[in-house]
């Protein structure tokens, strides 16, 4: 217990020190301005990591499987095909000069509310089986891309150019009146899937163990799901798609507590995802000079520690 205290001491230092050095790097003394640009920015990252961080710890729970993130349920590509929709229809100069805030609660609801019901339908058809329900999440997302590649094909050359830059994460053009709204939904999602922690701990044990000792799991499974729909539907709609910041926090977290405690699991992957995310967006501004973008950091990243992963669990084997 002692040492879990240690990581956490040493874990909200870490982000305390991150988040103080990039709020005051080469401010050059006009600090009003570097507060406001990235003071938002930090915002958004906390958003994010606590987001993807308890929503991925969930779902690998919930599927028994550390090498799944929540978007094989095919979040992303639901993301990709609104904007390239919206910007097919609407046209790119009309999307970003409207209001922005019914795009942004739309697409959050347009993704959870098709996330959410295909998992019940699947579910209930299926009699619990979680697999099934990854299985048309894999195939509706090939679906989803394939729909927005053909889009984006016929699409005007200068409006495909202004889609890009909505479907790369991005933390400096986000709009302040989201996060009103964004704060409030990962607050909703969080908490839920905290109050089912203790069940979740059961669920390490298995469907059968876990059924025996009086938790219903196909319930458990549709309002896990659900939540992680809210929580990476609503990252997602904030920043952009964020692949594997989920899964780099949440191995890391598993190799540094050693704990089937969920609570203990989504509090050190938050703050392993903030320090992540404000380390990344430091390298981007100050090593690279904005040459790559966010996201390439942490795919590249994650990328990396998926391949190590896959090897080490074979190795195992």
Not at 35 to 53: D, E, P
Not at 61 to 83: A, K, R, S
Not at 113 to 126: D, E
Not at 257 to 285: D, N, P, W
Request: charged share 10%.
């Amino acid at each position: 217990m002692r040492k879990t205290l240690y990581l956490y001491i040493g874990l909200v230092s870490l982000a305390i020190f991150l988040i103080l050095f990039y709020l005051s790097f080469h401010t050059y003394g006009n600090w009003s301005f570097a507060l406001s640009l990235r003071g938002k920015r930090v915002m958004a990252f906390i958003l994010v990591a606590c987001a993807t961080s308890i929503s991925t710890i969930a779902f690998q729970t919930i599927t028994h499987n550390t090498l799944l993130t929540p978007g094989i349920l095919g979040f992303d590509q639901i993301y990709v095909l609104i904007q390239t929709l919206f910007f097919f229809f609407l046209g790119g100069s009309t999307v970003l000069q409207s209001h922005s805030l019914p795009q942004f609660l739309g697409s959050i609801f347009l993704m959870v509310c098709l996330s959410t019901i295909l998992s019940f339908l699947l579910l209930k058809k299926a009699n619990g089986d979680i697999f099934l329900v990854l299985m048309v999440g894999i195939v509706s997302g090939t679906i989803f891309s394939s729909i927005s590649t053909a889009l984006q094909v016929v699409m005007d050359p200068n409006e495909y150019d202004l889609l890009q830059s909505k479907l790369f994460a991005s933390f400096g053009q986000i709009d302040t009146q989201h996060f009103f709204w964004a704060t409030l939904l990962i607050v909703v999602g969080s908490t839920i899937l905290f109050l089912l922690a203790p069940e979740l701990d059961v669920t390490h044990l298995g469907r059968h163990h876990a059924t025996v000792l009086g938790i219903d799991m196909n319930w458990l499974q549709i309002i896990v799901l659900a939540s992680v729909a809210i929580l990476s539907g609503t990252a997602t709609a904030l920043v952009g798609p964020t692949i594997f910041l989920g899964f780099i926090a949440a191995t890391l977290s598993y190799q540094l507590f050693k704990t089937y405690h969920h609570r203990l699991l989504f509090m050190g992957s938050t703050l392993i995802s903030i320090c992540l995310l404000v380390a990344a967006q430091i390298l981007v501004e100050q090593i690279f000079a904005f040459n790559v973008t966010i996201s390439t950091v942490i795919e590249f990243t994650g990328g990396g520690l998926f391949l190590l992963k896959i090897i080490h669990e074979r190795s195992r084997t």
